[in-house]
């Protein structure tokens, strides 16, 4: 039996990444793509540091999740809005009583974590995370899988046709500029790729599988939360989809458990479980400011640090159940 060794470490800042990774987080932090404004407290230490409980009751007061629904401009006045659920996404699904997230990680490898997370009512998976082939490890399980912009719009991805995306409840997104406003000349005619008309295509050939998207105000209100409770500025971009998604659980859920999210003693620079392909930025972050979602999610963390060492499992509880 040996002891435990080192897990996230809640405190991490890009001073302690490796040069190259550090750089570029540097750059994204620099840049602003998405037109940030009011960044708030970030880089000021003043403001005290929140307990992970008052964490949990700000996401849960500060971050509505919210899908397009076809009563909103400018969707309403356009003749496909009809696609779209009439009503957003948690009013519709759920509740479920306990929640698996399963992150893409490499970690996920060799973990035979595959029963575990099948145990679950209600399993999220990532983009073009596959199951079969990796059931011992990931499960076979998928009740709602989110998808991002640039995997509907890739040709190499199949979206329109491949089988992986035909089970369960589809959420898709797209990085929105900060002001979300969703106005024609603000993101509907500039998503960074064409989310809309892949959707459309999509709804037309799988007309009964349910297809959410999400609001952007969704994504940039959680982005306000990570930089709030942060002592440093991080990149002014959204939320990576593992982020996304555990918070998307916790308003659908009584209790979310993450798997390695937060990586376990199987930590590898391997980037995702299902390819061959090495990269500590995928851990760490690059365009997302990844790093300080899992110093948020550490410090919200009601699980042990041995579970996250051993199973790469984070339990957070779902907005209903807490008191604030
Ligand atoms: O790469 P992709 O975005 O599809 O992965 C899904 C999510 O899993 C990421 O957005 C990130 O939050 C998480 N992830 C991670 N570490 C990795 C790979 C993915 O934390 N090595």
Do not use: D, F, N
């Given at each position: 039996?040996?002891?435990?060794?080192?897990v996230w470490d809640e405190e991490m800042s890009s001073s302690m990444l490796g040069s190259r990774l550090r750089k570029v987080v540097q750059n994204y932090q620099a840049m602003n793509k998405y037109n940030v404004e009011n960044t708030g407290p970030g880089g000021v230490a003043s403001r005290p540091k929140l307990s992970g409980s008052e964490l949990l009751?700000?996401?849960?007061?500060?971050v509505q999740v919210l899908t397009l629904t076809p009563d909103l401009q400018p969707f309403a006045s356009l003749s496909w809005s009809s696609q779209l659920p009439v009503k957003s996404v948690t009013s519709e699904l759920g509740p479920y009583k306990s929640c698996a997230v399963v992150s893409s990680a490499g970690s996920l490898r060799n973990s035979g974590l595959g029963k575990e997370i099948d145990s679950h009512d209600a399993v999220l998976r990532f983009n073009t995370a596959p199951t079969s082939g990796y059931e011992k490890d990931v499960g076979s399980k998928t009740t709602i899988r989110l998808i991002n912009s640039q995997v509907m719009a890739s040709d190499e991805h199949r979206f329109?046709?491949?089988s992986l995306y035909s089970n369960g409840v589809l959420?898709?997104?797209d990085p929105a500029p900060f002001s979300a406003n969703l106005s024609q000349a603000s993101w509907y005619n500039r998503t960074d790729y064409p989310i809309f008309t892949?959707?459309?295509?999509?709804?037309?050939l799988h007309p009964l599988q349910p297809f959410y998207i999400l609001h952007p105000r969704f994504e940039w209100q959680l982005w306000q939360q990570i930089q709030d409770n942060m002592v440093e500025p991080i990149q002014k971009n959204p939320p990576s989809s593992g982020m996304l998604g555990t918070v998307v659980?916790?308003?659908?859920?009584?209790?979310v458990h993450v798997y390695e999210f937060l990586p376990s003693r199987r930590k590898t620079e391997l980037c995702h479980y299902y390819q061959r392909f090495y990269d500590a930025?995928?851990?760490l972050g690059a365009?997302?400011?990844?790093?300080?979602?899992k110093n948020l999610v550490k410090r919200m963390n009601q699980g042990t640090d041995q579970e996250i060492f051993t199973h790469g499992r984070v339990t957070l509880p779902g907005f209903s159940a807490l008191n604030c």
């Open positions: 039996h040996s002891s435990m060794g080192e009751c700000r996401l849960k007061s500060q329109l046709s491949s959420v898709g997104w892949q959707y459309q295509r999509y709804r037309r659980m916790m308003s659908l859920c009584e209790v930025a995928c851990t365009y997302h400011p990844l790093l300080y979602e």
